[in-house]
């Protein structure tokens, strides 16, 4: 047999790359001495391959790998990969990933497709296998584009009340620091969505009953699928409540009522706390006259108020009496909602030596003074005052009681005495309704160590003034002279007792007691159960 290096026989050709046959068949040799290999011509696709197997190698890749994707397409850029070749990726934790498909360009690319790929195990390998197993890898190359993340946990973003101004923010993070685009289809109106921040604001719609509102917000990376979460807001119905002067303070509202008048609930039933406070009982007149009581001074707890219109009366002092004969008057009760009331202060004794039962303080919320020896102070109310004052044995011009402490008993020398102090039990309520009070005169240096309700002071027979209880009693006439006060205007207090002599003790005398002060109606309730 002739030598296949025959001339003759043609043999398998040989030369550097620009000399490989041009008009090769498929399976056609070649000894390429410039690349020192043995070569076969593949097709017009392939071109020249090298017939001994040589081992791939990867340099890199183009593409991104979405982890909200199922289908994710990378070019492989390497050496030697040959036709048949698949790619696969393996994971942090050894798991290899076998792509759908791998497609060889040439000997320096690679196209692979491969289904979803796992985030929490990036970095990943990229493997190129040849036909003939051998392989190439380049370690921790390949990264996933990892879908935004919910800080803000799934469920309810608070509970707020209606007409309440609503603020609060959901948040996602992206590991690539993209910026997180926010959005939502199902929004209830009355919110308003940041696409930048995340922040949700509104004020929430009024309701008579409680509404959870239900909804989802989308969180996007602008290239993975946007991930949604459901979140939730709850609005919780509150009474709306007008009428009288509103002030405040970091718990409550007080709405105050220095004239007859109408508190309003409307939207669902209120719980409140109601504080009346009665007309002062009017001074006695003639002699040494005894002070008139303090109105009333009552707190109802927890009232629960229907939806509907409770009516406000103001209770008024009783007016001095300008005839010794009679007894002066008492105040009048204050009262809400019809059932709930303080009752008026008792009126002052008169000075009159005929009429027995003119000398007498009158029962009340505070008890009127007594005016003549021997006989008794009104009664007080239990739970709104205190006695009036007696006058034991000899006595003359004894006070009105207060909402805080029983009148001062008359005595023998000197005539006329203070009244008796008024309750500083609801300080902290006079503080709050202080900006309501600023046209009263008087008030605020009434009421200004905490105290309302104070009794008038009887009237006495020297030149030494005799006080009104703390928080509003009128001051007594003294010297024998006209001069007896009111007591202060919406404080209950009780109006001051007159002074004279036994000549004045007739009609129409001009020593005279003083009116007592008008009462007050205060309901308060917490800012939260409004909303505030």
Do not use: C
Request: aromatic letters at 8%.
């Amino acid at each position: 047999m002739t030598d296949i290096r025959m001339s003759s026989m043609a043999g398998i050709p040989f030369g550097n790359n620009a000399s490989r046959p041009i008009n090769a068949n498929v399976g056609q040799p070649y000894f390429n001495g410039e690349s020192q290999r043995l070569e076969l011509y593949t097709g017009a696709q392939y071109g020249w391959q090298n017939i001994v197997a040589e081992t791939p190698g990867v340099t890199g890749y183009n593409g991104t790998v979405l982890q909200t994707n199922t289908t994710n397409t990378i070019t492989i850029g390497g050496t030697n990969f040959a036709l048949g070749a698949s790619a696969s990726l393996i994971g942090q934790d050894g798991t290899e990933i076998f792509s759908t498909s791998t497609t060889v360009n040439n000997l320096t690319s690679a196209t692979a497709v491969f289904g979803a790929i796992d985030a929490t195990k990036e970095p990943y390998d990229i493997k190129m296998t040849n036909p003939s197993n051998l392989y190439g890898i380049y370690y921790d190359i390949l990264t996933v584009n990892d879908a935004p993340i919910w800080f803000t946990a799934a469920g309810s973003l608070g509970t707020f009340v209606s007409a309440q101004a609503v603020s609060v923010s959901v948040n996602a993070t992206d590991e690539e620091n993209n910026s997180i685009t926010y959005s939502s289809s199902n929004l209830p109106a009355w919110l308003s969505l940041n696409s930048s921040s995340g922040l949700l604001t509104g004020t929430a719609p009024t309701s008579s009953t409680n509404q959870t509102y239900s909804f989802a917000i989308n969180a996007s990376d602008s290239s993975n699928t946007q991930v949604s979460r459901s979140f939730t807001i709850t609005v919780n119905a509150v009474s709306v409540i007008t009428g009288g002067t509103l002030t405040s303070d970091s718990t409550y509202y007080y709405r105050t009522f220095i004239n007859d008048g109408n508190l309003v609930v409307s939207n669902i039933s209120a719980t409140a706390d109601v504080l009346l406070v009665a007309g002062g009982g009017g001074g006695g007149s003639g002699w040494y006259a005894g002070g008139g009581g303090a109105g009333g001074v009552k707190l109802y707890s927890s009232l629960s108020l229907s939806t509907q219109s409770h009516s406000v009366v103001i209770g008024q002092g009783g007016t001095g009496t300008t005839d010794a004969r009679n007894t002066s008057n008492n105040g009048q009760n204050s009262t809400f909602s019809g059932s709930y009331f303080a009752t008026g202060g008792g009126g002052g004794g008169s000075r009159n030596q005929r009429i027995s039962g003119s000398r007498v303080g009158g029962n009340g919320g505070s008890g009127g003074g007594a005016a003549f020896p021997g006989t008794l102070g009104g009664l007080g109310t239990s739970g709104e005052g205190n006695n009036g004052g007696s006058n034991d044995g000899g006595g003359y011009g004894a006070s009105g009681g207060g909402a805080g402490a029983a009148g001062n008993p008359g005595t023998s020398t000197p005539f006329g005495v203070n009244g008796g102090s008024g309750t500083n039990a609801y300080s902290a309520w006079l503080t709050a309704i202080s900006p309501a009070m600023t046209g009263v005169s008087g008030w605020s240096t009434a009421t200004s160590g905490g105290f309302i309700g104070g009794g008038g002071a009887a009237g006495s027979d020297d030149s030494i003034l005799r006080l009104g209880g703390s928080g509003g009693g009128g001051n007594g006439a003294q010297g024998g002279a006209n001069g007896a006060t009111s007591g202060i205007a919406n404080t209950g207090g009780g109006g001051g007792g007159g002074s004279g002599t036994e000549s004045d003790s007739t009609p129409n005398s001009p020593q005279r007691g003083a009116t007592g002060g008008s009462g007050l109606v205060i309901v308060r309730y917490t800012r939260a159960s409004v909303g505030g």
